[in-house]
């Protein structure tokens, strides 16, 4: 972190800065996905976080751009530097993309004779909690993950590993990225 902590930006450096952070978190799913492609998972969850953080510190600046027409006050007291702040703003973006037809149906109900199975939809919801959780672990998750700890048992030494798949997390974080469900309009 530099020392100015308050920065006065124009909508154009506003919107630069979050296509550079848009960019940066793209950066780091391709890492992630590297990483599984080469079956190479202990830090997993470091380039995930990483991400996670830099698409949260897009949608702080995305929404000041939202709540301002002319020049944007930017300072760390709206948690451009805070870790859970920025897990808490790309929280509040996923969403899983179930699909045109499901998502009619769970508004309008039987579209063109598509009844969705009420067990469907409740697995569409767990899944989506279970995403939502996971990005709020992700600190704990990144941290863990990166250094080496001792087990409180035993005394060995120990790095944790990123627990269950990530994949689905790293899937959806790119869909924020390129605009589903419209999560980033800066046009």
């Not at 709540?67 to 969403?95: C, F, M, P, R, W």
């Not at 996971?134 to 120990?158: N, Q």
């Amino acid at each position: 972190m530099t020392g100015k902590t308050e920065f006065q930006l124009t909508q154009e450096q506003a919107k630069k800065a979050i296509e550079m952070c848009l960019e940066n978190a793209e950066s780091y799913l391709n890492d992630a996905d590297m990483y599984i492609s080469n079956n190479k998972t202990d830090h997993l969850a470091t380039p995930i976080v990483f991400a996670m953080e830099e698409i949260g510190k897009a949608k702080i600046i995305y929404d000041k751009i939202e709540n301002s027409s002319s020049k944007i006050s930017l300072s760390d007291k709206d948690g451009i530097y805070d870790h859970k702040t920025k897990a808490e703003k790309v929280n509040s973006l996923i969403e899983l993309d179930v699909g045109e037809k499901i998502a009619k149906s769970l508004l309008l109900g039987d579209v063109d004779g598509y009844l969705v199975d009420p067990l469907t939809i409740t697995s569409y919801i767990r899944k989506e909690n279970e995403l939502k959780n996971t990005g709020k672990k992700g600190h704990g998750i990144r941290l863990a993950s990166s250094y080496v700890d001792f087990d409180s048992v035993t005394s060995e030494p120990k790095i944790e590993k990123s627990s269950g798949d990530l994949t689905e997390l790293i899937k959806n974080l790119f869909e924020i990225i390129h605009g589903y469900p419209s999560s980033f309009n800066t046009n």
